[in-house]
């Protein structure tokens, strides 16, 4: 009997595990934690944001950027879908996301599990992958005192973002050992830190913006939503989804700048519209000072801070204002400007970038381009998703294509 190993039971190693299995097989999960499954509990807030309707190729981002449309296709989307439809669960769809029905992580967990005992697939638990080698066509596992010789095995270790400092995540050394290279992991889908005086004032805000990252001078990628602002600088959904780039970016020296409009409401295309926009605004409320005339639009603590940075006074009248404070003023309302010092670590990440180059993969398979019966999936790979469910896609994706493949089959 064919013997499966699946190292790693989170999303991408459930998902191989339960398309690898068949009755002429026998499929093995090796898990290091407690338990299979642990961070899909954590995932969308709770409620797992598993998939988003939207799969342009635009959402996700590799070193290998050619290569991504030959893994996000109309027919794994098909695939995801029908897994799903397999698994039970529902989906619940808010703005093209997808979420179970319950609205609960813990019901794609189950779902998962229930589908993992129902199959008779073994689970040891408590099991840390230590080395694998490649031996006469087979591969030998060594968990500790250890051994497990089997004829496939699925790499679905993930990685160590958001683990506490020090976990041990060892899945890049086991495919280095088997003899794949590795794109430096960095953090991705995380906050952005900057080094200003001014950052505790606006602390706690959170507000609708237009945001465009300039790498030294030259727009890179722009998103539009909600912002938080942060002691340390910037956090939230649109923050993360720039994260990757300012992480290469600053890995390779680059100058990250953030600019910042505040006043996305507003459609004007140039300053001078902003400017006339604000005279005519000031028109009818002639006799506010400017602080009481943005606190109007504008969370109070953020104000407070734009006009600091402009470095006006906040009981002036708009009237007593220099044509060139207002210009001043103008431009850190709609283009604030904060230049990013850091990421935050690893640990503060929801995924990884880097890891096992798409090009040293079939991707229809997901199979090694380096040694045969040895597949990869998930996080460990060099694919990373926007904000949105995409992450998931990737696991899931890879997960089911790769045990599919394990077994012989393809999906048609
Ligand atoms: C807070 C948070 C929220 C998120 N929210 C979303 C979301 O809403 N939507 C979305 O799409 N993505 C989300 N993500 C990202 C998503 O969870 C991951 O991209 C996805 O879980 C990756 O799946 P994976 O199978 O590659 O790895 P994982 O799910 O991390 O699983 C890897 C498994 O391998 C085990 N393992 C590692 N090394 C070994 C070893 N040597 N031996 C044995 N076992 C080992 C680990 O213990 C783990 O169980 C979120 C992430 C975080 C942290």
Same mark, same amino acid.
């Given at each position: ?41 954590? =995932? ?136 794949? =290279? ?18 505790? &004032? ?87 000072? %400017? ?22 006074? &906040? ?14 003023? %103008? ?82």
């Amino acid at each position: 009997m064919e013997k499966i190993a699946v190292i790693g039971g989170g999303a991408s190693g459930l998902a191989a595990a339960i398309t690898a299995k068949n009755k002429m097989n026998e499929v093995i999960i090796l898990e290091k934690n407690v338990s299979c499954g642990k961070k899909i509990l954590v =995932t969308g807030n709770g409620r797992c944001n598993y998939w988003n309707i939207d799969q342009n190729i635009s959402h996700y981002h590799s070193e290998n950027e050619e290569l991504i449309k030959d893994f996000i296709t109309k027919t794994n989307c098909q695939m995801v879908m029908d897994f799903f439809d397999y698994l039970g669960i529902i989906p619940k769809i808010k703005n093209g996301n997808y979420y179970p029905s319950s609205n609960q992580a813990l019901s794609v967990k189950n779902a998962l599990l229930s589908l993992v005992q129902t199959k008779n697939i073994t689970i040891r638990e408590n099991t840390l992958v230590e080395s694998i080698f490649y031996e006469k066509e087979k591969f030998v596992i060594s968990c500790g005192n250890n051994k497990l010789i089997v004829d496939k095995v699925i790499v679905a270790t993930g990685t160590n973002a958001s683990q506490k400092i020090n976990t041990k995540n060892n899945g890049y050394e086991l495919v280095k050992q088997l003899g794949h =290279t590795i794109i430096e992991p960095l953090p991705a889908l995380v906050q952005l830190r900057a080094k200003k005086n001014y950052l505790n &004032k606006w602390n706690g805000v959170r507000t609708d913006v237009k945001i465009t990252l300039e790498e030294d001078n030259k727009i890179i990628a722009q998103e539009e939503g909600e912002i938080q602002l942060t002691d340390y600088g910037i956090s939230g959904i649109c923050t993360f989804n720039l994260s990757y780039y300012v992480a290469k970016g600053l890995r390779n020296k680059k100058r990250e700048v953030v600019k910042i409009n505040f006043l996305p409401f507003i459609k004007q295309e140039s300053l001078k519209g902003y400017l006339l926009w604000m005279e005519k605004r000031i028109n009818s409320i002639q006799k506010i000072t %400017i602080k009481e005339n943005l606190e109007v639009l504008l969370n109070y603590k953020l104000v407070e801070v734009i006009l600091e940075v402009s470095n006006i006074k &906040k009981d002036l009248l708009w009237q007593q204002l220099t044509n060139s404070q207002k210009e001043h003023l %103008i431009k850190n309302l709609v283009s604030f400007e904060l230049e990013i010092i850091k990421t935050n670590p690893i640990e503060k990440a929801q995924v990884c970038s880097g890891g096992v180059p798409l090009n040293e993969l079939n991707l229809k398979t997901m199979e090694s381009r380096v040694l045969k019966n040895l597949y990869l999936t998930g996080e460990l790979i060099d694919l990373v998703g926007d904000c949105g469910g995409y992450n998931l896609s990737i696991a899931w994706i890879s997960g089911i294509l790769a045990g599919l493949n394990a077994k012989g089959e393809t999906y048609d």
